[in-house]
C-alpha cells in the first residue's frame, strides 16, 4: 500500500497548474465552441504500457475546475498498465472537461513516466533485493509528487530535502579536512532521528566513514569492482548506496555487487513522460 | 536575441524551489559541516554538450540564498556548450554555495535539457525553414521558463496557455459538428488579436477550414505523404503545422513536405535534464 | 453566451476581497449586534438601470463567508435590469449575510458598472457592425473579471496581457526606427498563433504597415476625416482598431467611417459603478 | 503632511499587478522590437489637470521591473498639476521602461482620479470646517491605496473594514429592535478604542442615539433641511456624519447645516481616472 | 456570545499550519504503520482544568486533513473544563486522524491556554466592574485566533494593529514635545471613528491628556496609589487603563483603584498552553 | 556554532507579522505625531536576563520596513544577557523604527524565551551528558525560528514534522497490534537514511523494541525508576529519550538515570517570552 500524499499537499499544486494554463481569460476555445450545455463522456487511456501514478491528482484537476465531473479511476497507482488500458472514466459537463483535459494529462504523464522508470529500475535488479532510490535531482515545486511516483514504481524515497537527513558530499569533506572530521561535526549537530551518510569515492574513505561510525555510506561513481570491494570492507555494518552513472543496462551488475541500494537522479530528472490521452464520445 | 524572463516572472519560482528543498530546518549537513566564515570558488560546467538556457537563473538562486554570493557567467543562455565547459564561475561564502547548488543545478540542468532538445530538432531540419514549436505540455509551474528553454533552443513558441489563441480541437469540432461551425462561433468570440487554427485529421477537414478562413491548420498525426497533400490544398493560404509522433529521426521528412511549423510535446515533457555540475575548490 | 470566468479564477479574487475588509477583528458591529441565530431574507436590487455582470461572483462571495446562505439568481450576467429590478434573493444567517454585503456589492457594483457603459458604446454604434473593444487600462488585480463585464456588456477583449499579441506602439516605433523595420522584427519572434498590430498616427504610417503585412492597425487620436481615409487606404485588408478620445458622444461618427473596432480604456478606468443594493426583511 | 503607505503594504500589490500584465510570455512586443542595449529617457505627464497620488507607488512600478530604471518625482502626492505638468522623469533601459508603463499609470492615473474627486469635494465645502470622507466601497484588493488617494485629496477616512469601528446601519437597528439596544449591545462588545457610530433615517433615531452616548451618528439621505435639524438636536454632543446621495452640486449646502463629516461613496467606486501618460524620447 | 473568526480568516491559518507539519513526505508514520482501511473513534479531553477557546477550528483541522472526520462537540470554546472532562468525539478514518492530532492539539492548547490565563485574571477583578484587555504582543501569524481567545476568556480587545486606533506612548510624545501637541497632531489626521489614548506616566500627563480630550489614557506602570490618584483627577471624564507588570497577583489592588481596564502583554505572549490530548480507542 | 535560519526562511514570515500589525491603514498614531524628517536612535535591551535568540531576525524586522534603519547587534543568538544588557543599537529614520518595534520584539522576546527556557533545562541536566530536546508542540507558522531558538538554548532538535522520522506512538502500536509488526511495517516503508523511533510505555515493549532493533525509543512518562530499568535494559544499543512531564525541577532525577535524551514540548508551547524593549532616545 503506497502512501498517497494528501490532498492539503497536492491541491495547490493543481490550482496552480490551472491557473498558468487558464491565464486571465481562460479556455477561449471551448468557452466560442462548445455550448454551456454540452456533456461530455470519455476514458482517460494510457496510449503505451506503464506504471501508473497520479490517478486520483488527474481526478482531483478535473473536480478543481468543476465538482460536478465525475471521475471513476478503473486502475489504481501502482499497478501496470498495458497499451490502451483504460485508467479512468470521465464524465460530465463538456466545458470544464475540456479545459481541465491539459492540466490533468500533463500531472499524470509526467507522474507516470516516473513511475514506470522506475519500475523498469527495480525489474532490472529483481531478485537482488536491492532497493532503487530517487534523488533530490526532481523538478521544482514537485518534490512531493515525484517522490510519490518513485513509490508508485517500487522504489524507496532519499531525502526529500535538506533538512531531513545529513549527506556529506565531497566538498563537505574537502572543508571540513576528512571523513573523520566531517562525521564528528555532523553527529555533534544533529538530532537523535538524523541519520548520517557520507560520501566516498575510494576505499580508503570508507574505512574511515565505518570507523566513524556513520548510518550510511554513499559510493560515488564506483566501478562494480571497486563496490565489490567497498561491500566486503562494510561486512554488513552500515547501508550502502552505489550511486552515479547507474542506467538500466548496468544496474544490474551494480547490484549483484551487493550494495543495499542503488540511486539515480535520472528517475526524476530526466524519466519521458508516459503518453496518456482523454479519449472523449462527444 | 532571445527576450528573457523578468526577474518578477522566475523570482517566485526560484525561492519557492528553494523553500521546497530548506523544508523547516535548512540545509543540515553544511551547517554542520561547513564553518561559517569558509569560503568557497567553484565553476559550473556542463558534463555533457549541449544548448545552455537558464544561467541567469542559476545565478539567482544563488543570489537569493545569500546576495554575497558572486556568479560570473562565462557562456550565455542560447549559446551551445562542449562537454567540460565551464558556464559560470561562482565565488561567495562556502555555507550558501552548497546550499543553493542542488537547486541551482536543478533548474538550470532542466532548462539546459529542454535547449538541447529543441535545438537538436531545429538542427535537424535546418534549412528548410521549418520552425519548430513547443506545445502546452509542460511541467506544471514552470511553464514560462520551459518555453524560454525552447527558445533558447532556436525554437518558437505555441500557446502560453488556453487563453491566448483559439486551438480547436477535434473533441470541439466532434461537439460543434465540424470544422465550419466550430470556427464561426470562434470567430464570433474571439477578439481582433486572437488567431484561430484548427486540428485536422484529413485532407477534406483541410479543405473546410480553408474555407472557413482560419489563420493556421494543425495536421494531427499525418504522414508525410499526407502533409503533402496538404501543402498543396492549402497554396500558401494559411500556416500548416503538422504535429503528433514527429521525431528527431522523422523531423526532416515531415520537414520536406513544406509545411510550416512542427511542433513536438516531447521537447517539455521528455527531454532528459543536461548533466550540469559545480566543481569547487575548497 | 458569454463565457463565465471560473472559480480557480475568481475564487482568490472574493476571499482576498473578504479578507480585506473583515481584517483581523472581523465585523465587529454585526457580532455585537446581531444574535447568532437571526436569520436574514433579501434581495439584491439595481437602484438604477443597467446591464448585468458579476451576479454570480456576488453570489460566490455569500458563499464565502457562510455555505448556507442561499442565493437564487432572479437575473443574469448580460442582461439589462430596469431600476429597482430584483437581481438576486438572499436568504440565510444574518450575520454572514451582512458581513457579505458590502464586499458583494463593491463587486457587483463595478462589474455592472463596466458592462453598463459597456453596453452605452455598443448601443451608440449598433447598426454599424462596428465592434467595442476594451483595452489593458484595467484596475490592477480585476482584469480577468473586468474583461468579462465587457463581454457582458456586449463587447469584445482586446488583449489581456503584454503577452498575448504584439501591439507595437509609437515608441516601439521610434526605437526601432519605423513601422517596416518594427513589424519585421516582431514577426521574427512571434509565435505562429500572435497577431501583430501596429499603433499609427498617420496614413503614411497606415501604408507601411500595410504593406508590411500585419493583422491590424490602431488609428490613435484620428479625425472622423482621417479613420474615413484609413478606411479607404486599407481597403479590408486589415483590421482596424480606432483608439482615442472617442466617448459616447462622438462614437456613432467615428464607428460610421467604417472602421472595424473601436477600443476605448474608459470603459474600465472610468466607468461609474452601478448603484447596487441588498434590500433586506429582518 | 500625508503618511504614505509603506512599501510592505503596496509592494504585493504592485508585483501582482505587473505579474498579471505579463502573463507566462512577458511583453511579447518590446522584447521583440526594442534592442537589448536601447535605453529610454522621459516624462510621466499629467494630461489633465488633477490632485496627485501615487507618483512613489509608479515609481515602485518601475523599479520592481528593473532596479536601473531612475524615476525622478517632480511633482508630489498631495500636490495639484496643471495639464501638461510633469510629475516624474524616468530614464533606464527601453525595455523595461516600456514594460512596466501601463501597470505604473494604472496604479497612478487611479489613485490620482480618486484624489481629485475628494479635493474637488473638498474644494466645494471649503471654508466650512466640513471634513470630507470615503466610505468602504473601494475597489476590491485596492482598499489601502485608495484611501490613501482620498488623504491625498485633503479627505479623512472612514472605517478601513469592518473590523476598525461599529457602525450600526439600518438592518442591524431591525434586527436589535432599536438604537437602543442595538447601541447597549456594541458597548457590552466593543473594546476601549472601538467608536460606535449608528446610522439614521429620523431625527426621532437621532434622539434615542444621543440618548444611547454613541460617538457618531450618519444621517442617512437626508434633506438639508433634515440635517438641519439634526445638528439642532444633537448640539453638538456627537459628530454628525452626512451621507447619501450628496454630489459635487449639493456638497456645499449640505454642509452648510453644520455637520461634522460628509462621506461619498462615488470617491472611490466612481471617481474617472486621472488621465496621465508616459511620454518618451527614444 | 462571542463571535467566533468565520472560516475565511482561519483557514488559511490551519492549512498553513497542516503544511508545515507534513513537510514533502506527508505522515511518514502513520503511512506505513496504519492500514488505509483502519478506523478511529477517539475523544478530544482536557488533561488539566481551563477556558476552552479553539474547539471549532480544532475539528475545521482534522476536517482539513480528510473531510471524512467526525468531530462532534461535547463542549463549546468560552465554557470552562474540568480536568479530564471531554471536550469533543472524533471519529473517522484512522490515518487522517492521527495525522491531524497534534496540529490541531496545538492550535486548542495554546488558546485555551490564553483563554484560561484571560479567565483567571477576570476572575481576580471579579465585581470591580474592571475589563481585562489584551495588547498587541502576540504570536506573529496568530493575533485575530489568540484575541479570539482572549475574549473566550471574558476578557475585550485592545487595539488589532498599528491602525485601528490612535496610541500615543512615550516615545511619540519626547517627539512631538509633549502630550498637548501630540494629541493635537493625532486629532487633525485620525478620521472621526478613531479614538485617541495617551500614555502617561505622571499624573501631571494625565492633567494634560485630560485637557487635550482624549478618549483614554493608559497609565503606565504606576504604584495603587499613584493610580487612585489617576481616577479622582480624572473624574470619570476618560476610560483610564492600568498597564504595566500587573499579575494575577497584584490585579485585584490595581482593580480597586477605580481604574475602567488592565491590560496585560502576558495574556498572550506568555500564557502556558492548556495540556489537552487526543483518546483514542483504535 | 548554530546555524541561523536563511533569509529565504524567515524573511516571509517577517513580512507577514509585519503586515499583521500594520493593517491596510499603516501605523496611525506614528503618521500623525512624528514627522518625517524624525530621526530615532535607541537600543535594545534585555529587561530580565536570559538567552538570546532571534536577533538577526529582529534586525531584518527594521530592515523590512525601511532598509534605512541600521540595527548594530551588541550581543548575538546563543549568548546570554544580563538583566539590562543592550543586545543592539537601532538608528534611522523615527517612524519606521516606531513602527517596526513591536513585530521586532514580539518575535524576539518568543524566541528569546524559548532559548531561555531551554538554556535552564540544560542547565539543570549539566554534566550529565543527557541532550536536551524540542517537541512538535510548536507555534504554528513559526517552527523553523522556534527550533532555531531551541538550539540557541543549548539543545537539539527532534523531529521537524512528519516527514523527517518515523515515531511509532501508541495508537500507532495499537493499531498495528503491537512493537514488533509496527517496526517490521515502518521499516518496510522507510527509506535507508530515516531513523525509527518507538514509544513505549512499559519494559516489556522496550524489549520487543530493542529486538525489533529500532534506533530509538521514548520512554514516555516513566518514574526514574523505570527509567533506570529501561536504561539498564537497553544497554546501550538505542538513544533512549525520556519524555512526559519532565520539568526544570525533575530534570536532573531523570538525566541521572542514564537516558541520553530528554524532551519537553513545553520548552516551545510554554515558555513565557523574555521581556525585552526598545530604548530609544528621541
Redesign the interface.
Known amino acids: ?1 503506497i ?1 498517497h ?2 490532498p ?2 497536492y491541491e495547490p ?1 493543481v ?22 450545455d ?1 456533456r ?1 463522456h470519455g476514458v482517460i487511456v494510457a496510449r503505451r504500457p506503464g506504471r501508473i501514478s497520479g490517478l486520483e491528482i488527474a481526478a482531483a484537476t478535473f473536480a ?3 465538482a460536478g465531473i465525475k471521475v471513476t479511476l478503473e486502475s489504481a497507482d501502482g499497478r501496470d498498465a498495458a497499451a490502451g488500458e483504460v485508467l479512468a472514466a470521465v464524465s460530465g459537463p ?1 466545458r ?1 472537461v ?2 481541465a483535459e ?2 490533468a ?3 499524470l ?2 507522474l507516470c ?1 516516473i513511475a514506470t522508470a522506475t519500475r523498469d529500475l527495480v525489474t532490472a535488479v529483481a531478485g537482488t533485493g536491492v ?1 532503487i ?1 530517487d534523488t ?9 509528487l515525484e ?1 510519490y511516483a518513485v513509490r508508485c514504481g517500487g522504489g ?14 565531497d ?2 569533506l ?3 579536512g576528512g571523513v573523520t572530521e ?1 562525521v564528528r ?2 553527529r ?8 548520517i ?1 557520507v560520501e566516498v569515492d575510494t576505499l580508503e574513505q570508507l574505512g574511515e566513514a565505518l570507523a566513524a561510525g556513520v ?2 555510506v554513499l559510493l560515488d561513481n564506483m566501478t562494480p569492482e571497486q563496490l565489490r570491494g567497498a561491500v566486503e570492507l562494510a561486512g554488513g555494518r552500515v ?1 550502502l ?1 552505489a550511486s552515479g552513472g547507474i542506467t538500466l543496462a548496468t544496474a544490474a551488475e551494480a547490484a549483484a555487487t551487493g550494495v ?2 542503488i540511486s539515480a537522479g ?1 528517475l526524476t ?5 508516459l503518453d496518456v490521452a482523454l479519449d ?1 464520445e ?1
Open positions: 500500500m502512501a500524499p494528501l492539503v499537499v499544486i490550482r496552480a497548474a490551472l491557473a498558468e494554463d487558464l491565464g486571465r481569460a481562460g479556455d477561449l476555445t471551448t468557452d466560442a465552441v462548445v455550448p454551456a454540452a461530455a478543481a475546475v468543476d463538456a470544464p475540456l479545459t491539459r492540466t494529462l500533463n500531472l504523464g509526467r513516466g532497493r532510490a533530490r535531482k526532481t523538478t521544482p515545486g514537485l518534490r512531493a517522490k524507496v524515497n532519499h531525502r526529500f530535502g535538506l533538512d531531513d537527513a545529513v549527506l556529506i558530499k566538498n563537505h574537502a572543508i571540513a566531517a561535526r555532523a555533534a549537530a544533529a538530532g537523535h532521528l538524523v541519520k551518510e548510518d550510511a547501508v548506496e543495499d541500494v535520472w530528472h530526466s524519466a519521458p513522460a472523449l462527444v
